[in-house]
């Protein structure tokens, strides 16, 4: 029976020892936890303490390459040799600038500008004609010649010419709907030699009936392609844009204008872009 009491007293004063032994073991964790983030605060220079002989570890190591400005903007070497090259590029492009204003369209067209977007309205007998067009991406991408070409006009520069596609509305009092042609200038017939025919120097790709005013082409309403078109039936059509002042002379006049507004705004965006570099 002593024996027996004997080995309950030990068995007891062991377990208690490794719970003991457990509880010292696991207790100083926080303490090093808090430590640790002491180490970073007082690293990063927050602690106030002078941080001459003492790395800083949350702090870049190398500063980036910049030049002083009042507006906080990044600033670089790059940046301004390329504000010296917008500046150089803006001279050159008002050098060859016509004109500061839009040539004027004849046959009475009032025109409505909203920034590349261009509106040519005409009223005459009870219709109203409306013209529209942008000038972006209107410039047909350069061509490369035959390096005997190349070397004949190595001097003289091709002239620029816009040439965008342009809606035709046409709305009639008491009408529905608006018939709307769209159109464009085909690469091959922009330009005529000496002696040769005259053609139509732009074409109707589409028509159809839309409601009036509405710039989004209604997929719904019924689109007449011209690829597969009867030629009479296209040429009355392009009789009927005539008749309404839509003709050779007016796209020669169109080229014009879209040319002009086209090199006019590709101006102002080169000032935007010198004025964004330069951060002024």
């Known amino acids: 029976m002593l024996k027996s009491v004997s080995r309950a007293v030990q068995l007891a004063a062991r377990l208690s020892s490794r719970s003991s032994a457990s509880t010292r073991a696991i207790s100083p964790a926080p303490r090093l936890s808090r430590t640790f983030s002491r180490s970073i605060w007082s690293l990063s220079g927050s602690s106030g303490a002078s941080s001459g002989s003492r790395p800083r570890l949350l702090t870049a190591t190398r500063a980036l390459p910049t030049l002083s400005c009042g507006c906080g903007s990044l600033h670089t070497e790059g940046d301004k040799a390329f504000a010296e090259f917008l500046s150089d590029e803006i001279k050159e492009e008002k050098k060859i600038q016509k004109s500061a204003s839009l040539p004027k369209m004849s046959g009475g067209w009032e025109l409505e500008l909203n920034g590349t977007e261009a ?146 705004e590709y101006i102002k965006f080169l000032d935007d872009l010198s004025a964004f570099v330069k951060c002024k």
Request: charged share 30%; net charge negative; with cysteine.
């Open 119 to 264: 509106k040519l309205i005409r009223s005459l007998a009870g219709e109203k004609v409306t013209i529209t067009f942008n000038v972006n991406n209107s410039i047909p991408p350069q061509l490369e010649e035959e390096p005997e070409q190349t070397q004949k006009g190595q001097e003289e520069e091709p002239d620029i010419v816009s040439t965008p596609n342009f809606v035709v509305e046409v709305t009639k009092q008491g009408a529905k709907n608006s018939l709307v042609f769209d159109c464009h200038f085909p690469e091959d017939e922009t330009s005529h030699g000496e002696g040769e025919e005259e053609s139509d120097i732009f074409s109707i790709r589409e028509v159809s009936f839309q409601p009036e005013g509405d710039t989004d082409w209604k997929e719904t309403s019924y689109t007449l392609n011209t690829d597969s078109l009867d030629w009479a039936l296209y040429d009355h059509l392009m009789d009927f844009l005539a008749d309404r002042g839509v003709d050779n002379t007016f796209a020669d006049e169109l080229m014009e204008m879209s040319t002009a507004l086209e090199h006019q």
